[in-house]
């Protein structure tokens, strides 16, 4: 089965949710430069809620690492 990773909603304030079809264990937020804004450790999960209320109003790349070391990727927009 493929990895698949969805985020919810793609135009978000202050809050992501994060929901794969396979357990994970990092989560990382990358600015469109690649610099990564956010990075942390997840306990064995297939969905997560993260507070981004510090992260600026702008587009980022979130990716997610698999248990088996795998990666998906997905992009949202923090708006006003």
Do not use: W
């Not at 357990?23 to 990382?28: G, I, L």
């Not at 109003?57 to 992009?75: G, H, P, Q, W």
Request: glycine share 2%; net charge positive.
């Amino acid at each position: 089965m493929s990895k698949e990773l969805n985020v919810y909603p793609i135009s978000t304030g202050n809050e992501l949710d994060i929901f794969a079809n396979h357990n994970f264990n990092e989560v990382k937020i990358m600015d469109m430069a690649g610099n990564i804004v956010y990075n942390a450790q997840h306990s064995k999960c297939d969905r997560c809620t993260l507070n981004i209320r510090a992260l600026p109003y702008a587009t980022y790349i979130i990716e997610v690492s698999y248990l088996d070391n795998k990666t998906a990727r997905s992009v949202f927009v923090k708006a006003r």
